[in-house]
Structures are given as C-alpha cells and as structure tokens.
C-alpha cells in the first residue's frame, strides 16, 4: 500500500488546450504589456508572461476568434503546489498587430543598448594630491617618528598653554556662576 502526499504537486500540462472556459478576469490588452513580456517571433507558438504568477504561458487559439492563455499552474512542475493560477484561460485582445510589436521591441531594444553602462575611469588626480599621495607611500616608521619628534615641543607649549588660567576668574558682564548645588525653585507669581 503506497501513501500519498497531502498536497497534490504540479504536473506537466500539455503545450495547447482545447476548452471553451474562459476566465472572469477583464481580456489583457497587448499594448498594455512591457514588450519583453510578449514572444511574438513565432505566432502559431506566441507566448508571454503572466501577470499573475509572472511565468511563461502559450496563449492558445491563435487562429480563432479568442485568444486565451492556456491554463497553468502557478508553481514549477514536479516541484511545487498544484495551485491553478488565477489568469489561466484569461482571454487576450491583440490591439497591435505583430509587425507592430516587432518595430516597438527592435526600438525598445536600441534604446536599452545606449543605456548600457561605459567603463568608468579613476578621476585623475591634482599634482598636489598625487604628490602628498607619494609622500605617503614613501614615509617609513623612522620617518614617521622624525616628523612626530619634530613638532613634540610645539605640541607640549599649545598643552601647557591651554591649562593656564585667564587673568580675570570671573566674568566681566553678567550674573555670578554659583558654586554651590543648583536647585530649582519654582516661580510664585
């Protein structure tokens, strides 16, 4: 006795089906969807995106009078939840014709390939940064603790003048700085 599984998982689904239902959803308009979401190069095995599950789905009925997309799963085949997909069998209105779309998508594509990005060259630099930059490159630690005893004595009269006290302690305008706690009061009025 062999157990299955719980949730049923996707199947392969033949390429065409041949079925009168039609989904409730409003008919997708052709114009109304990016040019690369369409495959038009063959037009008896068109195909384009769904916009539901945004997966590869044939539209069937290509030389009939409604054009739907074949019904599908919105998961991978074998792999995923059979969960049937909302736009399936969702009709289709062709408002541009096929050589139409070519002359968009051939645009479309121009378009893109000027956009793409060039090499982008290191900004050169000024002479001046370029030799502080060798300077850097070229230092050793000995150099380093040359240049450090060199401005030591200057840094040691900047520290000691800093610790001095100005001549006059207290302000010249203004209120006395208690030295005491500070404690608020509130106001009476």
């Known amino acids: 006795m062999s157990i299955t599984a719980a949730v049923p ?6 390429r065409r089906t041949r079925t009168k239902r039609v989904s409730g959803l409003p008919a997708l308009k ?7 979401h369409i495959d038009l190069r063959n ?4 195909v384009l ?28 085949a074998h792999i995923a939840a059979a969960l049937h997909c909302r ?8 408002d541009i014709t096929i050589p139409e ?4 998508l051939t645009d479309a594509v121009k378009e893109s390939s000027s956009r793409t990005a060039t090499t982008v060259l290191p900004k050169a630099f000024s002479p001046r940064t370029d030799r502080t930059l060798r ?5 050793t630690s000995a150099g380093r ?20 006290a100005p001549a006059g302690d207290l302000a010249a305008e203004g209120p006395e700085v208690p030295l005491d706690k500070l404690r608020p009061q509130r106001s009476t009025h």
């Open 9 to 14: 998982t996707a199947k392969e689904r033949p």
């Open 30 to 36: 052709l114009s109304e969807l990016p040019l690369h």
């Open 43 to 46: 037009p008896l095995k068109a």
């Open 49 to 76: 995106v769904c916009q539901d599950c945004e997966t590869w789905v044939p539209i069937t009925g290509m030389q009939s009078k409604v054009q739907k997309l074949v019904p599908h799963h919105t998961g991978k």
């Open 87 to 94: 736009s399936s069998n969702r009709r289709l209105e062709f």
């Open 101 to 104: 779309w070519r002359r968009a």
């Open 135 to 139: 300077a850097r490159a070229e230092r």
């Open 145 to 164: 603790l040359a240049d450090w005893n060199a401005v030591l004595s200057r840094v040691a009269d900047t520290d000691k003048n800093r610790r001095v």
